[in-house]
């Protein structure tokens, strides 16, 4: 079955970085684009962002460039989501999902970005 | 940007009666291909979200067949023919039609009586 297992929670203080990871399994690995989706604690859910796994290719939200990078390694299907520049409204429980349907999802990240 | 909402956004119900959420949004879901690509996400109580039903009205496989989806163009139905405990969560209605970026409602809570 399609399973989609994330790095755990973690912690940064403002201005830092932090990235999170997405293991791929059950399915074709390169076959799927993976999207990030994040919910800020009580809030609704916000797409990021989608990285092709097959070629590399990556899009941002708007809101996100310049700050936002996704890379992959095919040989552990594996995805990596780093953010740069956290500010304390980055707080939230980051989501990869597959597919632009998003019909599986991982079971969250939780980043909490406090001094 | 797609802006999708949804009423009500507190939706306390009577375990097996109906259930009706409303997902509108700001502009037609209709695609160039034909399709309206208009999901609905259930997310229980600390749990990620999960696809119930993709483009409109299709159920995803292990859904039950309580749950329905419907609607066209700007306007979209889930409805639950019975509500059961295990229904409670937020429900999420998404368009990925007009993209980037992928939009979401901004969620219907369901809650037992």
């Known amino acids: 079955q399609v399973q989609l297992v994330q790095s755990g929670a973690e912690v940064r203080t403002p201005g830092a970085s932090v990235k999170v990871s997405c293991k791929a399994s059950?399915?074709?690995?390169?076959?799927?684009?993976i999207h990030w989706v994040r919910q800020a604690p009580g809030q609704g859910l916000e797409w990021m962002a989608w990285?092709?796994?097959?070629?590399?290719?990556?899009k941002n939200a708007q809101k996100f460039q310049g700050r936002v990078t996704m890379t992959r390694d095919t040989s552990i299907s594996t995805v990596y989501m780093e953010v740069s520049r956290l500010r304390s409204d980055d707080t939230a429980v980051y989501y990869c999902?597959?597919?632009?349907?998003?019909?599986?999802w991982g079971q969250g990240t939780l980043v909490t970005v406090s001094s | 940007d797609v802006v999708m909402t949804q009423s009500p956004l507190s939706l306390p119900v009577t375990l097996g009666q109906p259930a009706s959420i409303s997902c509108r949004s700001s502009q037609s879901l209709v695609y160039s291909d034909g399709n309206t690509y208009l999901n609905w996400y259930q997310q229980r109580p600390g749990q990620s979200p999960r696809r119930l039903i993709y483009?409109?009205?299709n159920r995803d496989s292990g859904v039950p067949d309580r749950f329905s989806g419907s609607g066209s163009g700007t306007d979209f139905t889930l409805k639950i023919s019975r509500v059961e405990a295990e229904d409670v969560g937020v429900y999420f209605c998404m368009q990925s039609t007009h993209w980037p970026p992928w939009t979401f409602g901004p969620g219907t809570k369901v809650d037992i009586k």
């Open positions: 483009k409109v009205s």
């Open positions: 059950g399915y074709t690995f390169t076959a799927y684009y």
């Open positions: 999902a597959r597919d632009g349907s998003l019909d599986n």
């Open positions: 990285i092709n796994p097959n070629s590399g290719d990556t």
